[in-house]
């Protein structure tokens, strides 16, 4: 199902690091892409943050966090912060995949995994991280045609970044990123 590794746009690299000092190093991080088989195809499950986090607040992402000691690898990570974010149940054995780490502008290294979810999943959000989850159909997320590239502001800079629109959200930044490379391994 999914092709060799595909590579970030490698102006994602050089924006971030041009907002992190040289010496830190990267948190490491794992995100869970949450695919969930409907009758009409699949859809991808999305969050948007909570409007008071430090870190992309307000943001639509995938459900995911930092690696915790008790974390035997980041697949644990993608899983545990997936579940306690939304209460979404997903195994080791649902994990189809991942695509390469990629690193963020708050300090991140993060890795996403794909993850299939029962169709009949129960949400029970998190308010203290996330505001809201809504489904999109990966048909429409990884269609090149809804994919834009649009100019932002980062810290009083000007960069050019993906974004994908979707209904009432802005999916754009690294989970656009991840999303734009999702593509290029899958059929598409």
Request: charged share 20%; glycine share 6%; net charge positive.
């Amino acid at each position: 199902m999914l092709a060799p590794p595909a590579h970030y746009d490698s102006t994602h690299s050089v924006r971030v690091r041009s907002h992190l000092k040289p010496s830190l190093r990267l948190k490491q991080a794992a995100v869970l892409i949450p695919l969930v088989p409907r009758p009409e195809g699949f859809n991808v499950v999305f969050t948007s943050r909570a409007k008071h986090l430090k870190h992309h607040p307000g943001q639509v992402s995938f459900p995911g966090g930092r690696k915790e000691p008790q974390d035997v690898d980041l697949i644990d990570t993608a899983i545990r912060e997936t579940y306690e974010e939304t209460g979404i149940l997903c195994t080791r054995d649902n994990i189809i995949g991942h695509l390469p780490a990629l690193p963020t502008i708050s300090g991140y290294m993060v890795t996403p995994y794909l993850g299939l979810v029962s169709p009949h999943y129960r949400p029970e959000l998190d308010f203290n991280e996330v505001e809201e989850l809504f489904e999109a159909p990966l048909d429409y997320v990884l269609n090149p045609m809804n994919m834009r590239t649009q100019k932002v502001s980062i810290q009083g800079k000007g960069h050019n970044i993906y974004s994908v629109p979707y209904q009432k959200y802005a999916i754009w930044g690294a989970t656009a990123q991840m999303l734009k490379v999702l593509s290029k391994q899958l059929w598409y």
